[in-house]
């Protein structure tokens, strides 16, 4: 009989990628569960790729990535976020994900302690269970903003690193200047490293620019990629940003691991680099009301900030029918408990057409309203 490792056993299969399948098995599903734009890559980026392969370039590119994309994603952000990048501290990873994998592996030891607030990403929780990291999950509840007070007294002897993910998936918040400031205090109080996935900071709408703490502090990884902003989740292309030292020990890792970016989607981020936002941001701006307004007077919820997502609150007396109920009525949501030690929530978002969010819209005012026994 084969045996399973316990550190792949001790992890959970994703409740994303479970409703993910869900929903292949539903007719004409009103999804409101996908974490990936409803739009599709620019014909600019496209073309960049497909021209890529047909003229041969399909083999291995240097494990720290091509160097003029390297050089320009340190233009980049320089000029768009402030820190003070080089070339040779960028590596080029295989989306997000890989980015933060090669980060746990790399910058702790089993034992060592990362502190995250909650809610939180799925991954943030299940990579550093498998590297035997320990997760010290700080409470910020109800109204999702960064609590100083709670992460400076969860910092201990072991303690080595913050991780901060602004925008916020699942919660839409967008920390600002004053918070980012506080833990980059405790952070060079402690020693301490900051860790902060800015996926999302194309999608910030009420405060501009988004605010990174590697403009303020050195011992910062910053990680971010093209699958948001540039439509294509599926070429798993990312990058980071780190003091050159943990970036050598990376690329090592990576080695191992990833090889290398894929080829093709190296060449196409180059062009999507020079991809203008704004209007892409309007749009989002614009669901981001559609579906705060059509849900604010029957659920408790805090108004998105920025990414694409909203995390309302099931309403009182719902907490164990209420997604049964969206479910039958073919609605796909992220229950909360995904995304957090607490299961009163729920992650919906709103990156799919205006039909379909007004149609989820009706239905979870309907459910909403409904008096459970």
């Given amino acids: 009989m084969v045996t399973i490792a316990k550190r792949v056993k001790n992890i959970q299969a994703s409740g994303i990628r479970r409703v993910f399948s869900l929903a292949g098995q539903i007719k004409n599903p009103v999804n409101l569960s ?10 600019l980026v496209k073309e960049a790729a497909t021209s890529a392969i047909r003229h041969g370039f399909n083999k291995y590119t240097p494990t720290e990535g091509l160097p003029e994309l390297r050089k320009k994603i340190a233009e980049k952000l320089q000029r768009e976020n402030g820190i003070i990048a080089k070339p040779e501290e960028v590596l080029i990873t295989t989306g997000v994900s890989g980015g933060l994998f090669l980060t746990f592996a790399t910058l702790f030891e089993p034992g060592d302690e990362v502190i995250i607030p909650d809610p939180f990403f799925v991954i943030y929780r299940e990579i ?13 509840y109800p109204d999702f903003r960064l609590p100083l007070t709670k992460i400076a007294q969860a910092i201990g002897p072991k303690t080595k690193a913050i991780l901060l993910n602004s925008p916020n998936n699942p919660t839409g918040v967008v920390y600002n200047r004053e918070e980012i400031e506080g833990v980059v205090a405790l952070a060079k109080k402690h020693n301490l490293i900051i860790i902060s996935d800015e996926i999302y900071e194309a999608f910030t709408y009420d405060q501009l620019p988004n605010f990174s703490p590697a403009s303020l502090y050195k011992q910062t990884v910053t990680l971010n990629g093209f699958s948001k902003t540039a439509g294509i989740p599926g070429w798993r292309i990312g990058y980071l940003h780190a003091p050159k030292g943990i970036i050598n020990e990376m690329a090592k890792l990576q080695q191992y691991t990833f090889v290398c970016a894929p080829s093709f989607a190296q060449v196409a981020a180059l062009k999507a680099l020079d991809l203008i936002t704004g209007n892409i941001r309007d749009n989002y701006q614009a669901k981001r009301d559609r579906i705060y307004k059509g849900l604010k007077d029957c659920f408790e919820l805090s108004k998105p ?47 799919t057409t205006d039909e379909i969010l007004d149609r989820g819209v009706k239905i979870l005012r309907k459910i909403a309203k409904t008096k459970t026994p």
């Fill in 34 to 43: 996908l974490g990936q734009p409803d739009f599709d890559a620019s014909d």
């Fill in 128 to 140: 550093p269970k498998f590297l035997g990291i320990i997760t010290k999950f700080v409470d910020t």
């Fill in 305 to 351: 900030q920025g990414a694409f997502y909203a995390f309302p609150k099931i309403p009182a007396g719902g907490k164990t029918t209420f997604l049964t109920n969206t479910l039958a009525e073919g609605v796909l949501l992220i229950p909360g408990s995904v995304f957090s030690r607490k299961n009163t929530h729920f992650r919906l978002s709103f990156a």
